[in-house]
């Protein structure tokens, strides 16, 4: 069984430019959410997919948008990159046994992103 | 409130002690709580869980307690080996919070040879 896997590892982008981060789900999962985790801090919720429609979504602005595709697999895409976007960027996939809701998330690696 | 300061709470215990750590959670109608493990440049890995309808839950040298009363979650670890030490996340969930887990603010455990 294939765990969660994201792309790529590392990201060095400048200020004003957009960005596209990938994530492959656990086999057998349909739901993916997105964190954004600063230096030092615990994980922050960015958003929710079930079955390809957002389910839920955090204290994030519009340039911070997704996407689930019919494979489960999902993109993060963040618009007009500020310094502060500067992170290491989560996603977890679980199997969607409530909606979605109250289930197990299984984090990949994550994609470092640094904004200069 | 959610994840706030920077300053890690931190653990040290020698190897072979039993680990001990807290967390308190923030919304009362938090049902599902999860512990993570994250080492340094990884992403969190998932240790144990636990539904609001038990009390206490027991895996591989790991148990959670929960006291909903005080809104209070442990992680004991036992026989703490050097292999433990990373940052442990405590993170909450409820149904009507759209998938968000909500995540403490995290204890660096070190262990001592």
């Known amino acids: 069984e294939t765990g969660v896997t994201q792309s790529p590892t590392h990201l060095i982008k400048t200020r004003g430019q957009q960005v596209t981060l990938r994530c492959s789900s656990q086999s057998g999962h349909n739901t993916v959410s997105w964190y954004q985790q600063a230096l030092g801090q615990g994980p922050q919720f960015i958003f929710q997919y079930y079955r390809e429609e957002e389910n839920g979504r955090g204290n994030f602005p519009p340039r911070f948008s997704g996407l689930q595709f019919p494979n489960y697999s999902s993109e993060l895409n963040v618009n007009a990159l500020e310094l502060d976007d500067s992170a290491l960027y989560l996603c977890?996939?679980?199997?969607?046994?409530?909606?979605?809701?109250?289930?197990?998330?299984?984090f990949g690696p994550g994609t470092r992103l640094t904004v200069l | 409130g959610e994840n706030v300061g920077l300053h890690l709470p931190t653990l040290s215990v020698q190897e072979g002690d039993n680990s001990i750590i807290n967390c308190a959670y923030s919304n009362s109608a938090s049902d599902y709580f999860i512990w993570y493990k994250q080492e340094s440049g990884k992403g969190p890995q998932f240790i144990i869980d636990i539904r609001s309808n038990m009390d206490k839950r027991q895996g591989q040298r790991v148990t959670v307690l929960l006291n909903k009363t005080v809104k209070h979650l442990s992680l004991q670890i036992a026989a703490t080996q050097p292999g433990d030490s990373a940052v442990y996340f405590c993170a909450e969930d409820a149904y009507n919070q759209g998938g968000k887990l909500i995540f403490g603010q995290g204890t660096e455990l070190s262990v001592k040879p």
């Open positions: 977890a996939s679980s199997p969607g046994l409530a909606g979605g809701y109250t289930d197990t998330q299984y």
